[in-house]
Nanobody, 122 residues
């Protein structure tokens, strides 16, 4: 499945952004979906994931209480609402999809979007 992420940009610390991930022409209803990020010079890391139904969500401790993952299967879209952004949240954010498991390990994710850059200024 091809994924397209969007919504990144430049924001001041404390601000908010909402990322979107869409699968054009393809239903994501059966996929577990997730968001990862990769800061310069660092490895790609897990941020958040959501079950196919939306009934279960998972977050890295670094974003709990600030980020919210959600999905609208009718629109084939997954969202990441990011509030109270910090400079350390600066990274390229990637959406991910997996049919068989919750995408938490970047080495096991079968489908990736192209990434969208989030820059948080202090």
């Amino acid at each position: 499945v091809q994924l397209q992420a969007s919504g990144g940009g430049l924001v001041q610390a404390g601000g908010s952004l909402r990322l979107s991930c869409v699968a054009p022409g393809r239903t994501i209803r059966s996929y577990f979906m997730g968001w990862f990020r990769q800061a310069p010079g660092k490895e790609r890391e897990f941020v958040a994931a959501i079950s196919w139904s939306g009934g279960s969500t998972y977050y890295d401790d670094s974003v709990k209480g600030r980020f919210t993952i959600s999905r609208d299967n009718a629109k084939n879209t997954v969202y990441l609402q990011m509030n109270s952004l910090k400079p350390e949240d600066t990274a390229v954010y990637y959406c991910a999809a997996d049919l068989g498991a919750t995408p938490k390990d970047p080495d096991r994710v079968p489908y990736w979007g192209q990434g969208t850059l989030v820059t948080v200024s202090s």
